[in-house]
């Protein structure tokens, strides 16, 4: 059985960072192309950030780009999550997604297996 657990999630001043972690069994991440998704209240559920299999190839949401970084411990077979530069804008839940496509993607709909999320909160 396939799971998916976020943790790291939490209330951050604007500019503060939170590291996410994902951690999975059931699975092994260095053979899914892994990625984040956000949700806010009312809005769809939108890419932010995904590795591929292989690690190398990351792409990001061009709102979060330069301040998130993405990155795998295949040991831990843990995702990360890196957000620095926190803004307001960013409060979200944040889901972890896995994915058997071999090139990374952007489209929630490729997405095999997904997490419960963790809660980011950022107060301006």
């Known amino acids: 059985q396939v799971q998916l657990v976020e943790s790291g999630g939490g209330l951050v001043q604007a500019g503060g960072s939170l590291r996410l972690s994902c951690a999975a069994s059931?699975?092994?991440?260095?053979?899914?192309?892994m990625a984040w998704f956000r949700q806010a209240p009312g809005k769809e559920r939108e890419f932010v950030a995904v590795?591929?299999?292989?690690?190398?190839?990351?792409y990001y949401a061009d709102s979060v780009k330069g301040r998130f970084i993405i990155s795998r411990d295949n040991a831990k077979n843990t995702v990360f999550l890196q957000m620095n530069s926190l803004k307001p804008e960013d409060t979200a839940a944040y889901y972890c997604?896995?994915?058997?496509?071999?090139?990374?993607?952007?489209?929630?709909?490729?997405?095999?297996?997904w997490g419960q999320g963790t809660q980011v909160t950022v107060s301006s």
């Open positions: 590795i591929s299999w292989s690690g190398g190839t990351t």
């Open positions: 997604a896995a994915s058997t496509r071999f090139m990374a993607t952007m489209a929630s709909t490729e997405y095999n297996y």
């Open positions: 059931g699975l092994t991440v260095s053979t899914y192309t």
